[in-house]
């Protein structure tokens, strides 16, 4: 049974920093492509981050410059620091686990963001 927990969201004002870990315990995910991802009220899920298992990056325009992804491999832990943080990311924040040649995928349970202004 994997288990993606996430941690470190919160309440912080406009123009302050948060910064985002998942765990996964019970696989190594050192094969997999480590996400995250948000969901507004009345909105669709969207990317905000990836770093894949050979480590490449990509993020969603919103953030580029703002959020940055990082993993370590020997924690099973994948980080996302946001600073600048706007009202317009406040979201309930995923991590997100996924290998596609196996069709394997996990989600956390997510935790909250929310950016006062």
């Known amino acids: 049974q994997v288990q993606l927990v996430e941690s470190g969201g919160g309440l912080v004002q406009t123009g302050e920093s948060l910064r985002l870990s998942c765990t996964a315990s019970?696989?190594?995910?050192?094969?997999?492509?480590m996400g995250w991802y948000r969901q507004a009220p009345g909105k669709q899920r969207e990317l905000v981050a990836v770093?894949?298992?050979?480590?490449?990056?990509n993020y969603a325009d919103s953030v580029k410059g703002r959020f940055t992804i990082s993993r370590d491999n020997a924690k099973n832990t994948v980080y996302l620091q946001m600073n600048s943080l706007k009202p317009e990311d406040t979201a309930v924040y995923y991590c997100?686990?996924?290998?596609?040649?196996?069709?394997?995928?996990?989600w956390g349970q997510g935790t909250q963001v929310t950016v006062s202004s």
């Open positions: 997100n686990a996924a290998m596609t040649t196996i069709r394997s995928e996990y």
């Open positions: 019970g696989r190594i995910l050192i094969l997999y492509d």
């Open positions: 770093i894949t298992s050979g480590l490449r990056i």
